[in-house]
């Protein structure tokens, strides 16, 4: 699987905004799942979900959306597929806060998440798509620290192809980041 991560953190860059008007809670409020048009149109959505707020997570989500790709936005050596069947795409995205009020207000052991992340998700056997993690300034009750948001994309001949690449991505992207998550809360 391809799996990269950034950091686009400062002046004028996105922020993660967990304070935002349309936040839903999932972690005290798991049935208000019904209030995410997103993740109504899609299991894999709807159970990254539940898992990134369930019960004892180190993580909480703030925001998502899911879009299609055209086929000129997919680079078929990185989505790992034939130029000729990469036609169509699906991609994700998730905004995470950890809840550790010392890992939220630390670049370096974000940094260390991500990269961890990466290393285990590149080996994976999953196909045509891809994930990227990217550190962005985050700010949670009115404290500013960090966040990371988690993107991920799949291609196919036609869009329930995509869909079914997308949903594998999504699903290896969130297990391996809350495993990580879990060591990092763990205090590794």
């Not at 899911?66 to 680079?75: F, H, N, P, T």
């Not at 260390?112 to 990227?132: E, K, W």
Request: a negative charge; one cysteine or more.
């Amino acid at each position: 699987m391809e799996a990269d991560w950034a950091a686009a953190v400062g002046a004028g860059l996105d922020v993660i905004d967990a304070d935002w008007p349309g936040f839903v809670d999932l972690g005290g409020n798991p049935e208000g799942i019904g209030l995410i048009a997103e993740a109504a149109e899609s299991v894999a959505l709807h159970e990254a979900l539940l898992l990134l707020n369930g019960t004892g997570s180190p993580v909480f989500t703030c925001k998502c959306d899911v879009w299609a790709l055209g086929a000129e936005e997919i680079d078929p050596r990185e989505f790992d597929y034939a130029p000729a069947l990469a036609r169509v795409g699906v991609a994700s995205y998730i905004d995470l806060i950890g809840r550790d009020a010392e890992f939220f207000g630390s670049f370096e052991r974000h940094e260390a998440r991500v990269r961890r992340a990466v290393l285990r998700m590149r080996p994976l056997a999953v196909s045509h798509g891809r994930a990227d993690l990217v550190i962005r300034a985050a700010a949670s009750q009115g404290v500013t620290g960090f966040g990371i948001t988690l993107y991920a994309a799949g291609c196919g001949v036609d869009t329930p192809a995509a869909r079914v690449a997308w949903e594998s991505i999504l699903r290896a992207t969130v297990t391996v980041t809350m495993e990580e998550a879990g060591s990092f809360a763990a205090g590794e």
